[in-house]
């Protein structure tokens, strides 16, 4: 199995509250990526990263941000925390760019109340 | 738009086989992938197929029609821990992969 973890791996939060998760990589990966899932929903691109500070947005980014200062670290932060990011959140990494394979993390349950 | 199309919820009997259909309609192709992903887990890489035909990994098989934008991933032997749900996810023509719903499959002794 890749080496990923997530921290949190379960959260509940407040409307309103900034939150981070966090995604850690043992594999020296280039890409990483993070998915938001949701009953009825395929798994939903938030946003991803190429490279240490280079990331970009994916199919549902609105209201988040992300943060890539070592290739073993990406972060996701919700910057205020509604009722419609209570989600799945998992982290994903490849080795090589989009036909490659993706490696999930054990993912994060969010609860925005 | 780009569509992916599985059934939400199949049934099948421990032993038995069982053919899990994904039709999609995206803008260019560049790969299917399948995942498992058993309730509350993650997803994990079953199989990938780029050019039309079957592919045979052990008890599971994945087929492609690039003609027909059409994938099935076929399950032999079933075994109750296969109960899980199984996403298909295509890869497009900017290289962004788009993933299917998923179909959860129920095993019955």
């Known amino acids: 199995d890749a080496g990923i973890t997530q921290s949190p791996r379960h959260k509940v939060t407040e409307t309103g509250t900034p939150v981070t998760l966090r995604c850690h990589q043992t594999?020296?990966?280039?890409?990483m990526y993070w998915y938001r899932q949701d009953p009825g929903h395929g798994l939903r691109l938030i946003h991803y990263s190429y490279g240490v500070k280079d990331t970009d947005k994916g199919e549902v980014s609105d209201g988040y941000s992300v943060s890539r200062s070592k290739t073993e670290d990406f972060l996701l932060t919700l910057e205020s925390a509604t009722s419609s990011q209570t989600s799945v959140y998992f982290c994903?990494?490849?080795?090589?760019?989009?036909?490659?394979?993706?490696?999930f993390g054990p993912g994060t349950r969010l609860t925005v109340l | 738009g780009q569509n992916i199309d599985q059934p939400t919820e199949m049934t099948a009997t421990e032993g038995a086989i069982v053919q899990i259909n994904c039709t999609y309609q995206t803008s260019g192709f560049n790969g299917l992938f399948w995942y498992q992903q058993h309730a509350g887990e993650a997803p994990t890489f079953l199989s990938y197929?780029?050019l039309d035909g079957l592919e045979e990994k052990g008890r599971f098989s994945s087929f492609l029609s690039r003609s027909k934008g059409y994938s099935y991933l076929l399950l032999k032997e079933l075994q109750m821990k296969d109960s899980a749900s199984y996403l298909c996810a295509v890869t497009d023509s900017n290289y962004q992969l788009i993933w299917g719903a998923g179909t959860k499959l129920i095993i019955k002794p």
């Open positions: 197929n780029v």
């Open positions: 594999e020296n990966h280039r890409y």
């Open positions: 994903a990494i490849s080795e090589s760019e989009s036909p490659d394979t993706q490696y």
